[in-house]
């Protein structure tokens, strides 16, 4: 890893260990981008380190505490002084049916989905507004939703609604933030091959053939950071699979 250099973009990556957190780090190191990895276990994001072009720094912790969600900011700016792009891609899902959702696991459900994201949204809005006020950039926010929030398909009773909070926590991202130039994207992909799909639907019943790769949905995260859908900053980035 290189030294410090404050002129270098930084990014936080949620969920970065695997999946689509992992291929959106490597893209944005590909682009120049300092990350700062967060994830639960520090092995995976490690070796996900190791596949970047620039500096990184990783950051385990559970994002189902908001204090250390928010947590996470602080870490960004005290090992790289700026925060540029909040890339909340972490989620948890459980299938079952409505009767099988414990208070405990509901809970749960909307702690990683939505609270963690709104968290470390409101803890980096002053830093944004500073950025932009000083003319050294504007924040972006990228939310990783579901398909399940505009198809709400049996099984995704606290996911698909705290994924819908997360929609919303955008569309109030951007309204607001429009006044100190920050973007918000909400993208909102069908089945995703990924370790947390594949724990929850076996390749018999969902064959690889019809679910969209974590470095497609990195692709959109990435075209959201470079300016090619500030149409759609508030809105919803659907991405639906075969």
């Known amino acids: 890893m290189e030294p410090n250099d404050p002129g270098v973009n930084v990014a936080i990556v ?3 260990g695997s999946g689509i957190g992992r291929a959106t780090a490597i893209a944005l190191s590909d682009l120049g981008y300092r990350l ?4 639960r276990r520090r092995e995976p994001l490690r070796e996900v380190g190791s596949l970047l072009r620039g500096e ?6 559970d994002l189902a505490d908001s204090i250390a969600a928010a947590g996470c900011v602080d870490e960004a700016l005290r090992r790289f002084g700026r925060l540029d792009v909040l890339v909340n891609n972490a989620g948890f ?5 409505i009767d099988q959702h414990t208070p405990e696991l509901i809970e749960h459900t909307f702690r990683v989905n939505s609270m963690a994201p709104a968290a470390m949204i409101a803890r980096a809005w002053s830093h944004f507004a500073e950025l932009f006020r000083s003319g050294r950039g504007s924040g972006i926010v990228v939310n990783v939703s579901s398909f399940a929030t505009i198809d709400p398909f049996p099984g995704f009773f606290a996911y698909a609604a705290a994924k819908s909070a997360l929609n919303m926590l955008t569309q109030i991202a951007a309204s607001n933030g429009e006044a100190i130039g920050v973007r918000a994207f909400c993208i909102a992909p069908g089945a995703v091959e990924t370790p947390m799909l594949r724990a929850l639907v076996d390749t018999d019943t969902l064959p690889t053939s019809a679910t969209l790769s974590p470095e497609s949905i990195a692709r959109t995260i990435v075209e959201c950071v470079l300016g090619r859908h500030d149409a759609m900053s508030g809105g919803l980035i659907p991405l639906p699979s075969g």
């Open 14 to 16: 949620t969920g970065a």
């Open 36 to 39: 700062l990895l967060v994830g």
């Open 56 to 61: 990184w720094a990783i950051h385990a912790c």
């Open 93 to 97: 899902a459980a299938s079952l049916t």
